[in-house]
């Protein structure tokens, strides 16, 4: 009698997984049906960034979606997640390495603990503009760590850009090396900004990034440092007085999508999201710049007290954190970032 109904639920167990498991594989984006087949396939593709629908990588993200829809004839959808709905950067990295998401722009820096070398991307006053930027990003240096990525799980389609930070505060401006003196600033959890911050005298306290605005308000830190784009679409200006145009960092954002989905891809599928994430991307870059100029009279106009900080100041706080650019030279490679150096040099020097 146990025989039977032990052979009998075996019957119906294993049938009905076998059927669940294939309606799973069904919805899922990166498990669709005729993975890895020539064509293109309906695909539903999971896409979320830490920022607002309004700031410039958001709005990226809805031409990405139009592009990618567009050029597959409707068959491939974008379905877009803002403002962190679906976690911080380093969770949603780990979610496309877990194939749980499909696509996510986060900034280089949380990368650094997978990858080193993406840390030379976070050397203080190591870019002037963003042509220098682009040489690098677009250029071998770039595309090399891109290379790096699938190893790790992820596929990385291009640079996209978050732009020069700058520091707000809510004590003074600063102008000099030394007004960096006792500030508690809130940074990314990097361990390259975390000892510049130190070395110049601040007292850097990492945060995620959604719990900024609640920390600023509460004057559990001083101050905070991001792009101007950033500042105006976090709505820092309620909570901060003081804007100083310290441009210490340039930071690009990266353009992953989860190696499980991308595998299952064929060829014409990668392609479209290949070209969609570059033409996208060029057209982030462009209005990410117009934001900047935009921002910074915007928040000028809401209040903020906003100074410049001269190209000799900028020198002599380079030369105090020195010690701490060539520590990490060492760590993530000195070849590497005589190259990207030199790919700087060239390009001022035209």
């Excluded at 601040?202 to 001083?222: I, Q, R, Y």
């Excluded at 462009?286 to 007290?305: C, F, I, P, Q, V």
């Amino acid at each position: 009698m146990k025989k039977w109904v032990k052979k009998l639920a075996i019957g119906i167990v294993i049938p009905g997984m076998l059927v669940l498991g294939g309606c799973g594989a069904s919805k899922s984006g990166g498990t669709a049906s005729g993975s890895g087949k020539s064509g293109i396939h309906q695909r539903t593709i999971k896409a979320g960034i830490g920022l607002n629908e309004d700031h410039p990588e958001g709005q990226g993200m809805i031409k990405f979606k139009e592009l990618v829809e567009k050029k597959s004839g409707g068959k491939m959808k974008v379905q877009n997640f803002f403002s962190a709905t679906l976690g911080d950067d380093q969770k949603m990295t780990e979610a496309l390495q877990g194939g749980l998401q499909e696509v996510t722009v986060p900034s280089t820096s949380p990368l650094v603990g997978m990858i080193k070398e993406y840390g030379i991307f976070d050397f203080p006053f190591v870019f002037n503009t963003e042509k220098e930027a682009y040489a690098v990003l677009d250029g071998k240096v770039g595309q090399e760590l891109l290379k790096k990525l699938p190893e790790h799980g992820l596929v990385g389609l291009g640079y996209w850009e978050n732009g020069f930070r700058n520091l707000t505060n809510s004590k003074h401006p600063v102008k000099t090396a030394a007004d960096f003196k006792g500030l508690k600033i809130r940074t990314m959890q990097n361990e390259v900004h975390l000892d510049a911050f130190k070395q110049l005298g601040a007292n850097p306290s990492p945060m995620a990034f959604s719990e900024v605005f609640t920390a600023l308000e509460g004057k559990t830190v001083d101050g905070q440092e991001n792009p101007l784009a950033t500042i105006k679409s976090s709505k820092y200006d309620e909570v901060q007085s003081y804007l100083s145009m310290t441009k210490h960092v340039y930071t690009p954002f990266v353009f992953l999508v989860s190696k499980k989905f991308w595998d299952g891809l064929s060829k014409e599928e990668q392609k479209i999201m290949k070209d969609s994430a570059v033409e996208a991307g060029k057209y982030q870059r462009d209005l990410n710049r117009k934001e900047n100029e935009k921002a910074l009279k915007d928040l000028e106009k809401a209040g903020m007290k906003v100074n410049e900080v001269s190209d000799a100041e900028k020198e002599k706080m380079k030369e105090i954190i020195k010690p701490v650019t060539d520590k990490y030279a060492k760590k993530f490679g000195e070849d590497l970032v005589k190259q990207m150096t030199d790919e700087v040099d060239k390009v001022r020097n035209q």
